[in-house]
């Protein structure tokens, strides 16, 4: 990417990447905050859409960047943005409860200050961006294994 991602002190950034692997959805995501990394998560969950799961970690990483000091600009890389714009999709949809809470968060941060920015990149999976390739490796070398049977009726 030609935009320096690190170095900006007052910058979170969020990348994230999801997979459904026989009916189990991954989800990995990394934040940096301060030039520095803070923390990466791994999920999963059975009988979730990819969707979901992608909104569920862009929710748990914006409300941990909009609780953090200092943070007046938040970078969002996934490698698909049909996620994010679905908390902007004013329509009812199955994922409300995620989409209204990141609003909120999101609303609060804005409220702080009218130089507070959010901006969601789309990086696919065969991009150069270094940061989202760590992801991307990862998730795709997980192999989940159910830990109970499941049962179809």
Known sequence: MAI?????STQALIITDTSVK???AIFISHIHIHDKPIIKILHHATNVMSIEAELFV???RINQATNTNNISRIIVIMDSLH???K???????PFQSHSNFVLKKLHDFFSKSQENTIKFWECPSHSKCHLYNIIDKDIKSFNSILLLSCKWS
């Open 22 to 24: 026989n009916n189990i």
């Open 58 to 60: 862009i929710r748990c």
């Open 83 to 85: 996620a994010a714009k």
């Open 4 to 8: 320096k991602l690190l170095g900006v």
């Open 87 to 93: 908390i902007f999709d004013p329509s009812l949809h």
